[in-house]
């Protein structure tokens, strides 16, 4: 196994990533993007039209994949055991 994903419907129509990871010697040879384009296809499967997840600042490098693959923030801000937690959504 080099990478993982964790999603679920939560509501209808909409769905949420809990994690995602690929091994560091596996960044950047396309396992993210292979890896999102499965989950993004399987919840559209199951009727999701929004998908959204969390992230931290210090994630810079995952912060640009998402987005690079349309996830936008939104204005959801959480406390994370003090550290800001941020919410970006797509539209599937």
């Known amino acids: 196994m080099v990478g993982t994903i964790a999603c679920q419907v939560v509501g209808k129509n909409e769905s949420h990533i809990r994690g995602m990871a690929v091994l560091p010697g596996w960044r ?30 210090p994630l810079r490098r995952a912060i640009r994949f998402y987005e690079t693959n349309g996830f936008r923030p939104s204005e959801k801000v959480r406390d994370f055991f003090g550290m ?9």
Do not use: N
């Open 84 to 92: 800001p937690l941020f919410e970006y959504i797509k539209t599937l």
């Open 28 to 57: 950047g040879t396309g396992v993210a993007l292979q890896l999102l384009r499965t989950t993004e296809s399987y919840l559209q499967q199951s009727e999701c039209t929004r998908v959204s997840l969390d992230t931290t600042a």
